[in-house]
């Protein structure tokens, strides 16, 4: 019995070793993967960025690739170029106004990012959800730089197209690659938000007016066509896979975390006995026989609405660029750009980059009113949003929109993991979850949808 109970001992250390070895071997290997990824041959950037900037008679002079691509999809490479011609040096003065890095005579260099999309080889089927929503949001932002955002105004900051290989089917570059040359925001706005950090209180506010800005101006050049714009990206395969190939502009439904295209994150969730928010959230509901979740997603649903407009898709910190005062700030990053309310992009926002201390003083309520500091924000944004404007959009409706916002980010996060600002978040959304005058109108929401539509669609 001895010999047994010290050799299943010896055996469990051993076995506890190799998984600790094997651990830290896979860690290793995957810095060093990134590692190589980052140094790789820049042969392939080089003669993109090279050809590209030749359509316009620029000549490349500096290539350096900065960053990979999430999951491996692509580069990011920051470019010197300068014009060849006098005739090319006045049209990017003409366009882009004054974004040279350096002047000496005639010989004015530019500051431009190459943003490359060259998918990994997949062994995964086809019709993978989350390669699809990958590469059509690669496709969505060029669309967003080349088409809609010159409707925006130049004094929007944000990166201007230069050249883009949608549209150039008979151009020299590499067949299956998406790649765009874009103005680079750095010389303006130096200062880069920190991946998953919070903002102080100046980028906080400026980083408001920009959103409401952008909501704003994005009102002006609606309607869109809803029939142009990408449904969910399994959806979209199959319009595309029964030949309607017509290029699209952006997503019908503005970010990635939308229920429609969440639905395996969703079914965890509502699996998921051990969570509080699989019974508050997945369970039907009376009158209407439908969960929480469906109810919201379904009223968050874009459908043309005088309310809807272009949301940035995937607002937070290190998705802009700042001045050094942090008085204005730059988002960049529009692969989720499309239609929505625009309070769903502050969920993400007041969640993921704002300090907790500018929402609330509560120091750890489970249910939560909206404090002062929230609602200072949200009088912030609600007002630059109706300036110069003659859009009805009163306060009491904007509120119900931004809770409801609320409740489906709160979804999404508690299917797929929560972070940033949790506790407040979560204290919210009980908050609005027991708020009977709430629920009521979310009901008489749904109610009118139904007489709409005649029913509830699949989100």
Same mark, same amino acid.
């Given at each position: 019995?001895?010999?047994?109970?010290?050799?299943? #001992?010896?055996?469990?250390?051993?076995?506890?070793?190799?998984?600790?070895?094997?651990?830290?071997?896979?860690?290793?290997?995957?810095?060093?993967?990134?590692?190589?990824?980052?140094?790789?041959?820049?042969?392939?950037?080089?003669?993109?960025?090279?050809?590209?900037?030749?359509?316009?008679?620029?000549?490349?002079?500096?290539?350096?690739?900065?960053?990979?691509?999430?999951?491996?999809?692509?580069?990011?490479?920051?470019?010197?170029?300068?014009?060849?011609?006098?005739?090319?040096?006045?049209?990017? $003065?003409?366009?882009?106004?004054? =974004?040279?890095?350096?002047?000496?005579?005639?010989?004015?260099? /530019?500051?431009?990012?190459?943003?490359?999309?060259?998918?990994?080889? #997949?062994?995964?089927?086809?019709?993978?959800?989350?390669?699809?929503?990958? =590469?059509?949001?690669?496709?969505?932002?060029?669309?967003?730089?080349?088409?809609?955002?010159?409707?925006?105004? $130049?004094?929007?900051?944000?990166?201007?197209? =230069?050249?883009?290989?949608?549209?150039?089917?008979?151009?020299?570059?590499?067949?299956?690659?998406?790649?765009?040359?874009?103005?680079?925001? #750095?010389?303006?706005?130096?200062?880069?938000?920190?991946?998953?950090?919070?903002?102080?209180?100046?980028?906080?506010?400026?980083?408001?007016?920009?959103?409401?800005?952008?909501?704003?101006?994005?009102?002006?050049?609606?309607?869109?066509?809803?029939?142009?714009?990408?449904?969910?990206?399994?959806?979209?395969?199959?319009?595309?896979?029964?030949?309607?190939?017509?290029?699209?502009?952006?997503?019908?439904?503005?970010?990635?975390?939308?229920?429609?295209?969440?639905?395996?994150?969703?079914?965890?969730?509502?699996?998921?006995?051990?969570?509080?928010?699989?019974?508050?959230?997945?369970?039907?509901?009376?009158?209407?026989?439908?969960?929480?979740?469906?109810?919201?997603?379904?009223?968050?649903?874009?459908?043309?609405?005088?309310?809807?407009?272009?949301?940035?898709?995937?607002?937070?910190?290190?998705?802009?660029?700042?001045?050094?005062?942090?008085?204005?700030?730059?988002?960049?990053?529009?692969? /989720?750009?499309?239609?929505?309310?625009?309070?769903?992009?502050?969920?993400?926002?007041?969640?993921?980059?704002?300090?907790?201390?500018?929402?609330?003083?509560?120091?750890?309520?489970?249910?939560?009113?909206?404090?002062?500091?929230?609602?200072?924000?949200?009088?912030?944004?609600?007002?630059?949003?109706?300036?110069?404007?003659?859009?009805?959009?009163?306060?009491?409706?904007?509120?119900?929109?931004?809770?409801?916002?609320?409740?489906?980010?709160? #979804?999404?996060?508690?299917?797929?993991?929560?972070?940033?600002?949790?506790?407040?978040?979560?204290? $919210?959304?009980?908050?609005?979850?027991?708020?009977?005058?709430?629920?009521?109108?979310?009901?008489?929401?749904?109610?009118?949808?139904?007489?709409?539509?005649?029913?509830?669609? $699949?989100?």
């Amino acid at each position: 019995m001895f010999l047994y109970t010290l050799v299943d #001992r010896r055996w469990k250390a051993f076995s506890l070793l190799i998984l600790l070895v094997s651990i830290l071997l896979c860690s290793v290997l995957e810095m060093r993967r990134e590692e190589a990824m980052l140094k790789a041959p820049v042969g392939q950037a080089e003669q993109v960025a090279a050809i590209m900037l030749s359509w316009h008679s620029l000549e490349l002079l500096s290539l350096k690739k900065v960053q990979t691509l999430w999951a491996g999809y692509g580069s990011i490479c920051e470019l010197t170029a300068r014009a060849t011609t006098a005739a090319a040096a006045r049209q990017m $003065r003409e366009r882009y106004g004054d =974004i040279g890095v350096s002047a000496e005579g005639e010989n004015e260099t /530019y500051a431009l990012i190459l943003k490359l999309i060259s998918p990994p080889p #997949r062994q995964a089927r086809a019709e993978d959800e989350g390669h699809l929503r990958k =590469i059509m949001s690669y496709e969505v932002e060029q669309n967003f730089y080349g088409s809609v955002a010159p409707l925006l105004g $130049r004094d929007l900051p944000m990166a201007r197209c =230069i050249a883009a290989t949608q549209g150039n089917p008979g151009s020299d570059t590499p067949e299956g690659l998406t790649a765009t040359v874009m103005t680079d925001l #750095r010389p303006k706005y130096p200062v880069a938000g920190e991946k998953r950090a919070v903002l102080d209180e100046t980028q906080v506010h400026a980083a408001l007016n920009w959103l409401s800005e952008f909501h704003k101006r994005a009102w002006t050049i609606r309607p869109l066509p809803l029939q142009e714009l990408l449904l969910p990206p399994l959806d979209e395969a199959d319009r595309r896979s029964r030949g309607d190939s017509r290029s699209r502009s952006v997503w019908l439904n503005g970010g990635y975390t939308y229920l429609a295209t969440r639905r395996r994150e969703y079914a965890s969730l509502a699996a998921d006995s051990a969570s509080e928010w699989s019974s508050a959230l997945c369970t039907p509901v009376e009158p209407t026989g439908h969960s929480i979740a469906d109810l919201v997603a379904n009223f968050l649903t874009p459908r043309g609405r005088a309310h809807e407009t272009l949301i940035h898709g995937d607002v937070k910190s290190e998705n802009l660029f700042t001045t050094h005062s942090g008085s204005e700030v730059a988002f960049y990053d529009f692969q /989720y750009v499309g239609l929505g309310l625009g309070v769903c992009d502050l969920a993400k926002l007041f969640t993921c980059s704002v300090p907790v201390h500018m929402l609330t003083n509560d120091d750890g309520s489970a249910e939560l009113l909206m404090d002062e500091g929230e609602r200072r924000l949200l009088e912030l944004y609600h007002n630059n949003l109706l300036a110069g404007t003659d859009k009805e959009y009163d306060w009491d409706t904007f509120v119900r929109h931004w809770e409801t916002a609320l409740v489906d980010w709160l #979804r999404f996060q508690a299917s797929w993991g929560f972070w940033g600002n949790t506790e407040w978040l979560e204290a $919210r959304v009980r908050s609005i979850l027991k708020d009977q005058n709430w629920r009521t109108w979310l009901d008489e929401q749904q109610s009118l949808i139904d007489q709409e539509t005649g029913s509830l669609p $699949r989100n």
